[in-house]
């Protein structure tokens, strides 16, 4: 049934019928429930729908999201959620959450791309060796990658923020503060990000002559609990002379748990250790909010879901045609929590410095 | 195009049709490229959308996402929309939200219901006078609640938590432990989960005695600022005979920034001040690790999402057909943040209570 005949059958107007099913306040909820009842007895596709299935779209972005009882999606996926949202609200768009297990992942790109219930897709948390880049292109399912695999390395579209060039400053400036003990406390190595990450630490490492063994390295989940065991392992009973002065460290929540550690070990941030966050905007853990505020690198991540968003909208209507790597700098924001590296004969701070105490 | 049609055209069989577009691991690439290829150009539907035009259902379910530049969407959203994956993978439908800011919502359900994008939505933050409810009955929209408005109060689908008897039982330990001077840090009272939650505070007050009024209530965006800044207000310069000694606080971020305050102002938890706080068990920042273990009310807000996802499905199959209010208790766990309330003549700690140092 079409526009028309359904308007016959109402003996309502063309245009009070598409208000009703759009949603326009100037009909009344009594003609509105009338029509709505009707198209949905006689099968009428209203406007929005006749549109997409005259330019053939769903009017959707889908993303698989990672689920399982192991599996935490990171708190920071809500103000990429937000950005998202709000560019989706501008394009008319809806975002369609296809839930699967990391080994169900595949099955569910192609049931999206067979389905056809979404225009395109973003995947993120990309992997050094990423499958699904293939997969997705195989598929003709059109994409945009949050985040850059190690490889394959050219040829997609993705927004991704310089990791490796965040880290090397960050790095550096530690360097330049005469820190020589350095320790990563990084997410988890799988993927491509924290890879990125610590090549920039080493870099700057090897500018400064020092040697990659030399960095404490640790790859773990980024949350609170894991940053105070990984603290408390490097500076529970550790000999001042030894222990690592600065500390890089991949979230927020890795610092709490960082700077609980170092508070339970009477260690001062910047005397004793001088610690530097990656901080992707989090309006409800904010730097500043620390007892010693932290030097971060600075990437907002709803400002990326965004950009996402625009970007992903752009290629499924053909207005971006050549994959385009964009790639944002990330800034060094310095806060009280980096200092000079303590002199080698100075008295430190901390329980583990005085024994005798 | 029906199957038949197309794998006479293809020349491969039914089965290995539907494989392919289904995603089974036995279809090589190249097939599954050619049939996906040919499915597309010739219109052919597969299977999972045949199977869902056939039951009239769009195997989604649908959530209107609140955004807007002043819009924070709330971290423990993640736990959520895990739990809510958890159960829509093995139900096998996506999860689809539809970005609208405030002022645009009803006309966001409208279209949702005009276009039968999903078969049903659940709704979340409910207010204390929710209009959504009425409106999205109007619509035929099968839908459930997560929280309960104050009113209407009756006759829809909820899934909430014991708000009010979660604070009144931690209000209740901090009377029994002999506070008399109570603060209460909460959520907006424009929802009701901070409404309920007060009337539990309050009720137990005035079972001990005490007039509603005696309660510092302050009712903000629970994040680690306003916890900070809150905190500050009541404890800075602040009388130790009169200043709070019992905190209930609606938040972990909430209360990261009271112990920020607290910690700076060299107050004790819980000698100079009980703290207890809502928990909605949260991996990346757990009330174990702090300093001093928080005393927590605690839901799983995960497990409600799990538990919504089933619902609301078997309310569009029609398995549930009564709506039914379920209120899960809410577990009252003390952790070191909470002790007896200090005697008025001792001596307290904290720069407030001793200028002269």
Known sequence: MNLKQLSELLDLSQTTISRALNGYPEVSERTRFKVVEAARKHGYKPNSNARKLATGRAGSIGYVLPVGRNVDLDPHFVEFLSGMGEHALSREVDLSLTPAPYEKESEAYRRIAASRSVDGVYLSSMRNDEQRIAL???????????????????????????????????????????????????GDTDYAFAVHRLNGVTRAMSEYGLAAESLRHHSAAMNEENGYRLAMMMFRDSDPATRPTGVLSASMFTTLGIVRALNHLGLKMPDDVSVITHDDVFPFLKPESFSVPLTTTRSSIRAAGARICERLVDIITGVESEPVQEIWPVELIVRASTGPAPAEGKRAHGRAAEPAE
Request: with cysteine; charged share 20%; hydrophobic share 45%.
């Open 136 to 186: 997705v292109r195989g598929l003709g399912l059109p994409f945009l990658a949050h985040g850059r695999a190690l490889a394959p390395a050219d040829g997609y579209a993705c927004v991704d923020i310089d990791n490796e060039g965040a880290f090397h400053a960050a790095t550096r400036l530690l360097l330049q503060l005469g820190h020589k003990r350095l320790a990563y406390l990084n």
